[in-house]
């Protein structure tokens, strides 16, 4: 079994359902660079996804929580090799559109349960972490004549960092 068969698992399930993201957190940078920042939760998962198009590693982890499931450890990772990747459209969604999106045919009791368990998760990412905030960010995007829509949790650092739903692995 590879390193990366998890990663390749959940490769299909991000490009076509969910998707591919991450950033590094303040001192995690090497002594001569400059972390870039995002203004907002949608810059920073259009600047992660330019990254990955051209395969910067580093670029893209400037976007990535280190603890995430979007933090890029090796250049031979193979987020970094997705050709032809384009965003067409972000925005901000609340929490409920960001479980339901998770879900084929959902029930309202189903809803209601992971968004109980997704607020309890990031209360006590926030508390651990001293996140100051969160938004998901919903995304449009084609690779390889793939089309595809993602939500993803950001938090709020000194810069917006991507994580994951933390809901997301619920139900395997």
Same mark, same amino acid.
């Given at each position: 079994?590879?390193?990366?068969?998890?990663?390749?698992?959940?490769?299909?399930?991000?490009?076509?359902?969910?998707?591919?993201?991450?950033?590094?957190?303040?001192?995690?940078?090497?002594?001569?660079?400059?972390?870039?920042?995002?203004?907002?939760? =949608?810059?920073? !998962?259009?600047?992660?996804?330019?990254?990955?198009? @051209?395969?910067?590693?580093?670029? +893209?982890?400037?976007?990535?929580?280190?603890?995430? @499931?979007?933090?890029?450890?090796?250049?031979?990772?193979?987020?970094?090799?997705?050709?032809?990747?384009?965003?067409?459209?972000?925005?901000? !969604?609340?929490?409920? =559109?960001?479980?339901?999106?998770?879900?084929?045919?959902?029930?309202?009791?189903?809803?209601?349960?992971? !968004?109980?368990?997704?607020? +309890?998760?990031?209360?006590?990412?926030?508390?651990?972490?001293?996140? =100051?905030?969160?938004?998901?960010?919903?995304?449009?995007?084609?690779? @390889?004549?793939?089309?595809?829509?993602? !939500?993803?949790?950001?938090?709020? @650092?000194?810069?917006?960092?991507?994580?994951?739903?933390?809901?997301?692995?619920?139900?395997?």
């Amino acid at each position: 079994m590879s390193k990366y068969d998890h990663v390749m698992n959940r490769r299909g399930i991000l490009l076509c359902s969910s998707a591919l993201l991450t950033a590094l957190g303040a001192g995690c940078l090497g002594s001569n660079q400059t972390a870039e920042t995002s203004e907002s939760a =949608t810059d920073a !998962v259009r600047e992660y996804f330019a990254a990955l198009e @051209d395969g910067d590693r580093q670029r +893209a982890n400037q976007y990535a929580h280190p603890e995430g @499931d979007y933090y890029i450890e090796a250049d031979d990772h193979p987020f970094l090799t997705t050709q032809n990747l384009s965003i067409t459209e972000t925005e901000t !969604v609340d929490m409920e =559109t960001a479980v339901r999106s998770k879900f084929a045919d959902p029930d309202e009791e189903q809803i209601k349960g992971v !968004v109980e368990k997704e607020t +309890a998760a990031i209360e006590n990412l926030q508390e651990t972490h001293d996140f =100051t905030g969160y938004q998901y960010v919903r995304h449009d995007a084609t690779s @390889d004549g793939l089309t595809f829509n993602s !939500v993803y949790l950001l938090f709020e @650092d000194d810069n917006w960092l991507i994580w994951l739903i933390p809901t997301f692995h619920l139900g395997r």
